[in-house]
């Protein structure tokens, strides 16, 4: 199984993500946070991602792609992985469609995240108590689903014209949400 999660910030990709590896196995990729250990670490890659993430902006793909490609040590993706919050533009997602393809593996499926905007709003405003993530703030929220809006939901139609995207509303109990995951990837 190769699944990539999208969503807005706030949508519980990560939650998501962090169930389904565990309970299946899956290895899991979240860009988030190898941007977060890259930009702790005081790495070149993690200086500049610095820059963009402090503004709610995406940090730009040549860097993602290489830390994606690095956390691969440059050789084929596992057999069966969750992507959380990669592709996020489709210039991200040609450049995973030519490393799998280049691997002679493809997506098995792309789950949308669905969560009205309001409760999206509110839940990162719990979050940013709960975590302190510094990306969290009141001003960076707004920028971070006006970016998702204008560099991601291309990346949905992108899937979607593929025939592999599928759509779960993200409301909603944690246990149940996983539970219609498992049954959208069956
Ligand atoms: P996340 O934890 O997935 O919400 O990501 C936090 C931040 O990291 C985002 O707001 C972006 O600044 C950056 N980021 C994470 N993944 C990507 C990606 N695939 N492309 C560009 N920027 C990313």
Redesign the pocket.
């Known amino acids: 199984m190769r699944t990539v999660f999208v969503g807005p ?1 706030g949508s519980g ?2 939650t998501q993500s962090r169930l389904l590896s565990e309970r299946y196995g899956l290895v899991l990729i ?4 190898l ?2 250990e890259a930009v702790a670490s005081g790495s070149a890659h993690g200086v500049e ?1 610095e820059h ?2 402090s503004r ?6 040549a860097v ?1 792609n290489q830390i994606v490609s690095d956390f691969f040590h440059g050789k084929c993706p596992p057999p069966r992985f969750v992507l ?6 489709v210039s ?1 997602a040609e450049y995973l469609d030519r490393a799998l393809s280049d691997c002679h593996l493809g997506l098995s499926r792309v789950i949308l995240f669905t969560v009205p905007v309001e409760e999206l709003v509110r839940r990162i405003e719990s979050r940013r108590h709960a975590e302190n993530r510094a ?1 969290d703030t009141a001003g960076t929220v707004r920028q ?1 689903l006006q ?1 998702y809006e204008e560099s991601t939901r291309p990346v949905v139609d992108y899937y979607r014209a593929k025939g592999l995207l599928a759509e779960v509303d993200a409301t909603g109990d944690v246990e149940a949400i996983h539970q219609k995951v498992v049954a959208l990837l069956k």
């Open positions: 910030p990709k990560g979240g860009t988030g946070d941007l977060r991602a963009y993430m709610g902006q995406l940090v730009p793909d993602v959380d919050g990669y592709p996020r533009t991200q990306d971070r970016t």
